[in-house]
């Protein structure tokens, strides 16, 4: 385990700080997390804190979209077919989801194909374009997928298809022969907002093709979709997928989690119901609602998950829900032996240095990310899970702060048969006979760029606070800054020498306990510390997000603690 942590002080301009508060009208600790988040002009914070539908930059922009609209306009006019191909995860399943169903509306007639993640594999597969071309489809459309596609994207125009590639991943340096690769990361890109989900490529592609088709009259005797009514799968797949939750992003997210909440979509209700959700927020997103749909595509076949949100209120979704429900807990168990045989094998390897690297033959490939991201957050560093399989092994990896993973691939790759993904987490092949000199290089590439400061986990805060600040007030406004997540972190403060009161265990795993200073006396929750419970002794540095606890018709301010340690004497 790290023993340390580094509190990291996240830095905000006194003057920008004063003129925020005076300019909009929000207290000091609301205004101080704003700048802190980018938003330090009055302007560009009101923008923030008011997002609306309408400040959606021009879906034109994202490169090739005019050519992927027309070949989709010709597409309805002609009534040919047209094929979805998403991916199995939770961005690829809300994506094809939200084509599908979207395209159906406009008059399309449209099939979909989601790629087993063990017999397909990563990607845009073979076997599917030659499905869809022996169907009678005359269009290929992706999502979340396809940029690195070269061999299939070849096939697809052997076969008489074209191809249009929407995707969200970095692009390899030579791009797939297609008839339009619609992806914010080229570098003619001129999207002001790069970092979208998959999902949001595709809404995008949906909003420019509704406005071409309403210019062309196509609506004047059909039904224009109202394309809101599928935020609440932009939402999900954009959670799920953990891109920044700043900029276009948090505009989708933020009125997506409104329509999640609300549950009209049958097979979002359906879903809550198994996953025991009453209100949807970022979080319940991220670890009840996204597991279940994700567990049939780690475990079984994702397709399933396309069909329980496509489902409509006279199906049988109970059944799929629960089906799913059954999967995810599974998958947990999966989950739970396959890191404790991960840990071993660190504990009983050599000395940690700036990366791990694992491999297994019993390891199944659907649960090794999840592993990968709980081993950076036991020891830190970058990890890679590899499950091997007939000379075969495939790999997910997951990164800490400041080291690029995708970029690191490209340095340290040379072994590998292929990869793709983003900074934070990427996938990866390579023959089981190439693990040991893929290890060296990847260790040699993390040596090279992370030094001994940078392997100490990060905890970031929005500065030092007295207790009496946090005032009821004070926390419902900085609610107001949700949605919550990567890019947009909740506010999280730290106070200094504090005494704590009557601390106890709850739940096995948690702490509970009050602290005092200067009059002022507030309870806190620390989730999974129950361990350092011999810790809490003398007065202590709290590192907390402050938040409102209800309880029996009740609410109060509360800490949720993240950190703690022995004030300096």
């Given at each position: 385990m790290i023993p340390q942590k580094r509190w990291v002080e996240r830095q905000a301009d006194a003057v920008q700080v004063a003129t925020l508060g005076t300019e909009l009208g929000v207290m000091p600790l609301t205004a101080r997390a704003l700048v802190s988040r980018g938003q330090q002009t009055p302007q560009s914070a009101h923008d923030f804190l008011h997002a609306k539908l309408s400040s959606l930059p021009d879906p034109d922009l994202l490169p090739d979209m005019a050519v992927a609209v027309a070949r989709l306009e010709e597409a309805l006019i002609k009534g040919e077919r047209i094929a979805v191909h998403g991916d199995y995860d939770v961005d690829g399943i809300t994506g094809t989801t939200l084509l599908v169903e979207s395209l159906r509306a406009f008059g399309a007639e449209v099939e979909y194909h989601i790629p087993s993640r063990m017999?397909?594999?990563?990607?845009?597969?073979?076997?599917?374009i030659r499905r869809a071309a022996k169907g009678g489809c005359a269009l290929v459309l992706t999502v979340d997928c396809g940029v690195s596609a070269l061999l299939e994207a070849d096939l697809a125009a052997e076969l008489g298809l074209d191809l249009i590639v929407t995707d969200h991943h970095q692009a390899p340096e030579k791009l797939p022969s297609c008839l339009a690769l619609v992806n914010p990361h080229l570098s003619h890109n001129r999207f002001p907002w790069p970092d979208l989900a998959g999902v949001g490529v595709a809404f995008f592609l949906l909003l420019s093709l509704r406005r071409r088709l309403r210019e062309n009259g196509w609506f004047k005797e059909r039904t224009e979709p109202d394309l809101r009514q599928g935020l609440d799968l932009v939402a999900l797949g954009t959670i799920?997928?953990?891109?920044?939750?700043?900029?276009?992003?948090?505009?989708?997210?933020?009125?997506?989690?409104?329509?999640?909440d609300e549950g009209k979509r049958p097979g979002i209700a359906a879903l809550k119901q198994v996953a025991e959700v009453t209100k949807v927020t970022c979080g319940?997103?991220?670890?009840?609602?996204?597991?279940?749909?994700?567990?049939?595509?780690?475990l079984d076949d994702a397709t399933r998950g396309v069909q329980l949100l496509l489902g409509t209120a006279a199906e049988?979704?109970?059944?799929?829900?629960?089906?799913?429900?059954?999967?995810?807990?599974?998958?947990?168990?999966?989950?739970?032996?396959?890191?404790?045989?991960?840990?071993?094998?660190?504990?009983?390897?050599?000395?940690?240095?700036?990366?791990?690297?694992?491999?297994?033959?019993?390891?199944?490939?659907?649960?090794?990310?999840?592993?990968?991201?709980?081993?950076?957050?036991?020891?830190?560093?970058?990890?890679?899970?590899?499950?091997?399989?007939?000379?075969?092994?495939?790999?997910?990896?997951?990164?800490?702060?400041?080291?690029?993973?995708?970029?690191?691939?490209?340095?340290?790759?040379?072994?590998?048969?292929?990869?793709?993904?983003?900074a934070a987490a990427a996938g990866l092949s390579l023959k089981a006979a190439h693990l040991d000199e893929f290890r060296a290089d990847f260790e040699r590439v993390a040596a090279e760029a992370l030094t001994a400061e940078d392997l100490l986990p990060r905890l970031e805060h929005d500065g030092e606070i007295e207790l009496p600040e946090l005032q009821m007030a004070a926390v419902l406004q900085l609610a107001e800054l949700a949605p919550f997540g990567i890019g947009n972190p909740q506010p999280a403060f730290v106070c200094c020498r504090l005494d704590v009161v009557s601390p106890q265990i709850v739940g096995e795993k948690h702490l509970r306990f009050r602290v005092s200073a200067k009059g002022g006396q507030l309870g806190c929750i620390a989730f999974g510390l129950a361990d350092r419970f011999d810790q809490l002794v003398g007065p202590v540095d709290l590192l907390f997000r402050p938040e409102i606890n209800s309880f029996r018709g009740r609410d109060s301010v509360q800490l949720q603690v993240i950190d703690f340690r022995p004030s300096p004497r």
């Open positions: 017999t397909d594999g990563y990607g845009l597969s073979g076997e599917a799920a997928d953990m891109v920044p939750l700043g900029g276009v992003n948090r505009v989708l997210v933020r009125f997506g989690l409104h329509l999640l319940t997103v991220g670890f009840r609602l996204a597991p279940r749909l994700n567990a049939a595509g780690r049988p979704l109970a059944e799929q829900a629960a089906y799913l429900d059954r999967c995810n807990r599974e998958r947990q168990q999966l989950e739970e032996q396959t890191l404790y045989e991960a840990i071993a094998a660190v504990e009983e390897g050599a000395a940690v240095k700036h990366s791990l690297v694992l491999a297994a033959e019993e390891w199944h490939p659907g649960v090794i990310g999840i592993v990968a991201s709980r081993l950076v957050e036991r020891y830190y560093r970058p990890t890679v899970m590899i499950a091997l399989a007939d000379g075969v092994g495939k790999g997910s990896a997951r990164s800490v702060h400041g080291f690029h993973l995708f970029a690191a691939l490209g340095r340290a790759g040379a072994s590998l048969d292929s990869f793709g993904g983003h």
